[in-house]
């Protein structure tokens, strides 16, 4: 077999006199619809601005009398995929009948209504439905669609056009159906991209059954796109009439000086004095517009394509044919979910377009065959095959499979239930492959593998588990050092979307280290990593988290860095590097890259490769893949392609060097108690700002997978937009040299957080490590570099035994909030925070919410805790700033050490109350969930309540009963459902009640409304006891469930809300203002609301209703005039939804006069009377608070002026 070879260059004749077969001439032209369609768009964006919606249709005129017509296909003849059909159609009374022609298969009839939409042709160049979050869209799709209207003539169009640069005649053959004349008028528009050409009109005069063809001039004068909008009316009419007909056709000159670009750049990397000439020949041609433009064009494409192919220097080349996976998140849903089945596995020799695929294995039945790797001696090669199913159950699955290069010996070697993909050869003898053996499920969505690596013998047997990541790895390979290098997802407290980089392991499982990006927002997945021959680089494709296996292609240089733009090379321009959802591409998609060595080293391109690329927007087409060699400048040059299914996957037949060997993957025991030691040689680096010293212990926290729920989206495991459950190991003590050496527990996914000697968050480690049974690993630093260097000194940790970590009080049981933290609120809180808002600032009972308890949610305004759910936001993948995130800079925190009403918390208070904020507050301490979203209160079982709710607390509270943070009514009191407070609150004292509204509701204990919600909750509790949510199985059997908790006597009613101003105020509700605006409304008038919130319901303000005020939305402005004629401004106001945050403020001429501060929904309502003696304009804004305006409801309840009481202004 071949090994990589450099080939001398043979003469220029040879090189330049290849003629191109036709399967690649096709492929010219297939790729030229990409500039061609870009034009298109530019004309037709600036043609919608001049043209109303409902006038962007064609209208084709259909015979009245019921003969057939053909509807002219307005894309270039050139432009047209091989053996697309025509459509025709017919008048049949008052509807149109319409055939279509499809290249395959039998032909499709249908009937419509005139005037209706007809698609007449779908162009694989253009847009698609929304699939994934993605909406590709082509304008030039609406063109290839058009009504049918009644016409007293038959027109027929020499369709498609196969203009070319330079005159052109369209010849436009007309005949009179009808039993009168006709005077007809054409008129024909030219749109170019940048103006107009010249319009034509003429005339034609038809006798009843005469025919005449009438031919209108077209000149194109250079490369690029056109649009010609062909008019026929009745004698003068213009074309808006209601009785005239148009079609569109687009043009298109093949983009010569874009090829010859590609050439120069070609020979600029690989110089050829006999090729350079030719190209000067082409380019004196070009400009002198000599001869045949589109022989240019194909001679041109031919000297690119020879140049590229001869730097392919193997005779056999291994490829896939498959349809593209179909699935939302390529790294991922590929490895389990059902894909489009077809295909084989085939071999290409010689590598030419011409040459011929022979099939290796085509023959395991239905399936997708993918994951091709070639062992170093060329000899033989693994892949998988099988199929995935969208709802797993183990029936279809993916098994790995070894076969000789040339098809024979084909073995299985996995099998079972289980997805093993992605094999690949170790040089310690053994293979490696990801599979979804270890029964992760991805923690965002449901019926989601997530694959982690194993390892095995060559014969398959002796399956060990390499990677226990809690998410899931992705395209393994080798690096020539002999390490793995392979994809990870993980999103440990960070963005869920923007994290899946390379990292390296051991082939037994150990050292595994980021290798680029794990704290880079762009590329968002870095897939399909493969070391580049004789180079220090890895070439790459770079996607999106959302979308198939597309994007640009690039090489990552980790001497240049391990993070940011500086490692990265892009090879293939114009093509986006893209986000969470793959953005639009004009210049088509590129997958499965494979880097070649260069013909000459010395040259040092570095930057030739292998892969699939698209001509088209949408990615999943199932022919539009195909094989091709690129360079540096994105030029590409076909290497085969098959028209009826794409192909993947291209593998040189040859040779190469065997890796470094390693040691061996050792027999891993999986037991459980297995231990790695680890050692932080200094805590210190890279913590700016945290003075020696400061740091004295290290937590180990957990993240622990999610294993038993295979089924629904999104297990809830916080209100803090986490998704894992966490388990607190324990702390070891950090040295005064920042030095710690401890054990963890092995094949876990563990992280460490920096503490103060009050057990309080500095920094904490939003990722993860993972260490084999018995391995020793020592790091640096805190989110130092990976290129950094370890520091010339022993640690003072190191020379001492391991410590071992100290667990918390309740053990190294999975953290529950209703367990672990609700009984100290219980014990040192509820005495007081038991009512309502307006009497204590927050309420801390433990009464079960929809998804929580009322203490939990009430309290996380007060916390500061990192965000996994947001998608792409820099915030939330970079390392940030020591104090970031934590109990030691939470709001809670320092309202306790404040000191907070003679509250006294002992240390395990203060380390309880630590813990769970810093593990991110999170609630739940297992995945399993007996309640659909964890919810009580889902919208069937909230139907009861609502109607009790309409009939008497909508009015003060508003309708929609969101029953959450405005007053908790949709809770239950999980000890007694009398007790709840939806029960107590609107009862009247006499009756036992709380009597909290402003009106007694409940007067006694038998008002049908009451027992209406009483038996509900009853049911509700009843339910909850048989079948407990988990937060209740959490505290079962122990001290949190047995704790008596007894509240306090409520605090005296509230008055009643005054109807009118007591203060003789003027409301500015009942003023008219000089403007205003609100930054989002339901019917997008942009105006705020009087005397209703911004969604015109009540206006509300923590428990309270109020009658007058303003309510808007930010970023929102509101200015009333006031000639100088009040002296106080006075009124409440907070922010009306929940998660927004707003920030209000008040300006008198021009002047500041007064700054909420941020707010955020829901929680503070502030009450203010600013003087405004003499001003004459006040202006009322509210700010987004610097976060987006999602979700930023403000009112300004009882907003009003007020003049001088009188003897007010005395003595000024």
Request: hydrophobic fraction near 35%; charged fraction near 20%; glycine fraction near 8%.
């Amino acid at each position: 077999m071949l090994s990589w070879l450099v080939v001398p260059l043979c003469a220029v004749t040879a090189r330049c006199s290849w003629s191109a077969p036709e399967v690649v001439r096709r492929d010219w032209y297939f790729r030229e619809t990409l500039p061609a369609i870009r034009d298109w768009e530019a004309i037709l964006a600036r043609w919608e601005g001049e043209t109303p919606k409902a006038e962007r249709t064609p209208v084709f005129p259909l015979p009245t009398n019921g003969q057939w017509a053909t509807w002219p296909n307005p894309i270039p003849l050139t432009l047209l995929p091989e053996g697309d059909g025509e459509t025709r159609m017919r008048l049949a009374g008052d509807k149109a009948e319409v055939v279509r022609m499809p290249p395959r298969g039998a032909k499709e009839q249908q009937t419509v209504a005139l005037g209706e939409a007809v698609v007449g042709y779908k162009h694989p160049g253009g847009g698609a439905k929304d699939q994934w979050y993605h909406a590709y869209s082509r304008k030039f799709d609406g063109l290839t669609s058009f009504r049918c209207q009644r016409a007293p003539f038959a027109l027929q169009l020499k369709a498609p056009l196969d203009f070319r640069l330079g005159a052109n005649e369209l010849p436009v053959a007309l005949r009179n159906v009808s039993a009168a004349p006709l005077a007809l008028t054409l008129r024909l528009r030219f749109l170019l991209r940048d103006g107009e050409g010249t319009a034509q009109e003429k005339s034609a005069d038809l006798a009843p059954g005469a025919e005449q063809t009438v031919s209108l001039p077209v000149r194109l004068d250079s490369p690029g796109g056109g649009l010609l909008l062909l008019t026929v009316s009745f004698g003068g009419q213009s074309g808006s009439a209601s009785d005239a007909w148009w079609l569109p056709l687009f043009t298109h000159v093949e983009d010569v000086p874009a090829v010859l670009t590609s050439v120069a750049q070609v020979l600029g990397d690989t110089p050829d004095a006999a090729a350079a000439k030719r190209l000067a020949e082409l380019r004196h041609r070009a400009e002198s517009r000599g001869g045949s433009w589109r022989a240019l064009f194909e001679e041109a494409s031919a000297l690119r394509d020879e140049l590229l192919l001869w730097r392919l220097h193997f005779d056999s080349l291994l490829f896939v044919k498959r349809k593209p996976f179909f699935s939302e998140q390529p790294f991922m849903d590929a490895h389990h979910l059902y894909n489009r089945p077809g295909g084989g596995l085939y071999r290409l020799s010689p590598v030419r377009p011409e040459g011929t695929a022979t099939p290796v294995v085509d023959s395991l039945g239905e399936g997708v065959y993918r994951d091709v790797c070639l062992h170093w001696d060329a000899g033989k090669l693994l892949f998988s095959f099988g199929n995935g199913n969208d709802n797993w159950d183990g029936k279809q699955s993916y098994h790995v499979y070894e076969v000789g290069v040339e098809g024979a010996g084909l073995r299985q070697l996995t099998s079972g239930p289980k997805n093993d993909c992605e094999p690949f050869y170790l040089p310690n003898g053994q293979l490696g492959f990801t599979s979804d053996r270890s029964e992760h499920f991805v923690m965002c969505g449901g019926d989601r593998h997530a694959p982690t690596l194993f390892a095995m013998d060559g014969d398959g047997s002796a399956v060990c588990q390499l990677s226990f990541n809690v998410f899931n790895d992705f395209n393994p390979t080798v690096l020539p050092d002999g390490r793995i290098l392979y994809g990870r997802w993980e999103y440990n407290e960070r963005s869920v979307t923007s994290l899946h980089d390379p990292f390296t392991m051991h082939p037994d499982g150990t050292q595994v280290a980021p290798y680029y990006g794990n704290a880079t927002i762009r590329p968002n997945v870095v897939m399909f990593p493969r070391p580049v021959p004789n180079s220090d680089k890895v070439m790459a494709l770079f996607t999106a988290h959302h979308g198939q296996t597309h994007g640009p292609i690039g090489l990552i240089d980790e001497t240049k860095g391990v993070d940011g733009d500086e490692p990265l090379t892009l090879l293939t321009p114009n093509i986006p590097v893209t986000g969470e959802k793959a953005l639009d591409s004009q210049y088509g998609w590129y997958s499965d890259p494979m880097p070649l060595p260069d013909a000459d080293p010395t040259e040092g391109t570095d930057a030739t490769y292998l892969c699939s690329f698209t001509p088209t927007v949408q990615p999943w087409l199932e022919r539009s893949w195909a094989l091709y060699v690129g360079d540096r400048h994105g030029n590409l040059a076909l290497v085969y392609r098959d028209p009826e299914i794409s192909c993947a996957e291209p593998v040189p037949l040859v040779s190469r060097p065997a890796p470094m060997p390693l040691p061996p993957a050792p027999t891993d025991t999986g037991a459980t108690d297995a231990e790695a030691t680890l050692l932080l040689m200094d805590v210190y680096r890279d913590l700016p700002g945290v003075a020696p010293g400061a740091v004295k212990l290290l937590r180990v926290l957990e993240d622990v997978p999610r294993k038993s729920v295979h089924t629904g989206g999104v297990v809830v495991t916080a209100a803090t937009s986490i998704y894992t459950i966490k388990r607190i190991l324990g702390t070891v003590p950090v040295a005064p040299d920042g030095s710690a050496n401890f054990v963890v527990p092995a094949n876990r996914n563990v992280y460490f957080e920096a503490l103060d000697e009050n057990h309080r968050e500095i920094q904490r480690m939003r990722s993860v490590v993972c260490l084999k049974p018995s391995e020793k690993r020592t790091c640096i630093g805190c989110h130092e570099s990976r290129m950094t260097a370890p520091p010339n000194a022993s640690s003072a940790a190191f020379r001492q035994a391991p410590s071992r970590p100290t667990p918390p009080p309740w053990g190294e049981e999975t953290l529950s909030f209703l367990r672990d933290v609700q009984p100290l609120l219980n014990a040192k809180c509820v005495s007081c925070h038991a009512y309502d808002r307006t009497a204590n600032g927050v309420i801390l009972t433990d009464d079960l919410t929809d998804q929580f308890t009322v203490s939990y949610q009430e309290l996380l305004p007060y916390l500061s805790t990192a965000n996994a759910m947001r998608w792409d936001n820099p915030d939330d993948v970079s390392a940030r700033p020591p104090y970031t995130y934590g109990s030691a800079v939470s709001r809670l925190t320092k309202l306790l050490e404040a000191g907070h009403h003679g509250v006294k918390l002992t240390d395990a208070d203060w380390q309880r109350l630590a813990i769970w904020i810093d593990a991110n507050a999170v609630y739940y301490d297992r995945y399993e969930s007996a309640y659909p979203n964890r919810r009580l209160f889902p919208d069937d079982a909230r139907k009861p309540f609502m109607a009790v709710y309409g009939r008497r607390c909508g009015r003060c509270h508003g309708q929609d009963g969101e029953g959450g943070y405005g007053t908790w009514w949709l809770s239950l009191n999980r000890r007694d459902a009398r007790l709840s407070r939806a029960l107590q609150a609107p009862l009247a004292r006499a009756a036992g009640g709380w009597e909290r509204c402003e009106e007694v509701v409940f007067t006694t204990t038998e008002d049908p409304d009451y027992q209406a919600l009483l038996t509900s909750l009853s049911a509700l509790r009843d339910q909850l006891a048989q079948t407990p949510r988990e937060d209740l199985l959490s505290i079962r059997g122990t001290d949190a469930e047995r704790q008596l908790v007894t509240l306090p006597p409520p605090p005296p009613r509230r008055p009643r809300t005054q109807t009118a101003a007591a203060d003789g105020g003027v409301y500015l509700s009942d003023l008219t203002w000089e403007s205003a605006r609100a930054g989002w409304t339901p019917n997008n008038d942009g105006l705020p609301r009087r005397d209703q919130d911004v969604e015109n319901h009540p206006l509300t303000l923590g428990a309270r209703g109020y009658r007058k005020g303003l309510g808007t939305h930010a970023p929102s402005e509101i200015v009333y005039r006031l000639d100088g004629d009040y002296a106080h401004f006075r009124v409440t106001l907070g922010a009306a939804e929940a998660n927004g945050t707003v920030t209000f403020q008040v300006f008198g001429d021009g002047k500041l006069l007064y700054d909420s501060g941020l707010m955020p929904g829901l929680r503070e309502v502030k009450t203010i009377d600013l003087p405004v003696t003499g001003v004459r304009s006040l202006r009322l804004v509210v700010t987004d608070a610097g976060d987006g305006y999602g979700a930023d409801m403000a009112n300004w309840a009882e907003a009003r002026v007020v003049k001088e009481a009188p003897g007010e202004g005395a003595g000024r």
